[in-house]
């Protein structure tokens, strides 16, 4: 009997000892957890404080022309910290074009969502995208002239950063169409890449930046081109989309 008895107290030491070690276990998981989760936030607002350093060398050299040692002293880093981040200028410059590229489709889904009418949907994208292409403003310095200037083929990058707006105008023209306000033979998807063309391509036209008014009015200007275009009756009779 004291031999069975010494067996099960042997056997409960054991299952104590397992479930010690489990614990002790389970704690330095959560520690080593804990450890990379606070390494990736440092990590995460490292990387916002270089690209904030970079977007404001961006402005005012209007351009991206700006040295990597500028960023380097802006945020108070050894060049070689900053590398560990981004491994050269394009680098860089290409996360701040994706971050910049990110706000402004959030912004316009925004508009989109609580449009009452497709209307009022492309006037407030339209809206969104004139304040936002401005000539000196960080994404087109950082969109537009990077890859203009880029030693690569520049057009797999434009076609992947404006493929998700054409395609949100594409879905608005749609919209349009059920709503009686567009013609329904219009391709639809043409019509999409004309309109964000003339808002892409738009942004090199020299105007001020820095009031309100003048991003609304030149708005309102670039969708009275696109929907009422530039000929007259006359016009549009001669090559034949308007009968006499």
Do not use: W
């Not at 977007?55 to 005012?60: G, K, M, P, R």
């Amino acid at each position: 009997m004291g031999i069975l008895n010494d067996g099960r107290m042997a056997a409960d030491i054991e299952k104590g000892v397992r479930r010690v070690r489990a614990a002790k276990a389970d704690l330095a998981g959560a520690a080593g957890k804990l450890r990379s989760d606070t390494k990736t936030r440092k990590s995460a607002a490292t990387r916002e404080k270089i690209m904030l350093a970079a977007t404001e060398l961006i402005v005012e050299h209007n351009g991206t022309d700006f040295q990597m040692s500028e960023v380097s002293a802006r945020c108070n880093m050894s060049k070689g910290s900053l590398y560990y981040y981004f491994s050269d200028k394009e680098a860089l410059v290409e996360a701040i074009s994706d971050r910049e590229v990110e706000e402004l489709i959030s912004q316009i889904e925004t508009v989109v969502a609580n449009a009452s009418s497709a209307v009022a949907s492309i006037t407030g994208i339209a809206g969104v995208l004139s304040s936002s292409l401005r000539p000196r403003s960080p994404l087109t310095l950082a969109v537009t002239r990077e890859l203009l200037n880029s030693k690569q083929s520049v057009l797999p990058s434009v076609e992947g950063r404006l493929n998700r707006l054409i395609s949100i105008f594409e879905a608005q023209i749609d919209r349009a169409k059920a709503e009686g306000l567009a013609r329904p033979e219009v391709n639809s998807r043409l019509g999409a890449i004309s309109i964000t063309g003339a808002f892409t391509f738009a942004i090199f036209e020299d105007r001020p930046d820095d009031e309100l008014q003048d991003s609304e009015t030149f708005s309102r200007e670039l969708i009275h081109l696109i929907i009422c275009g530039v000929g007259t009756k006359k016009a549009r009779r001669e090559f034949g989309v308007e009968e006499g």
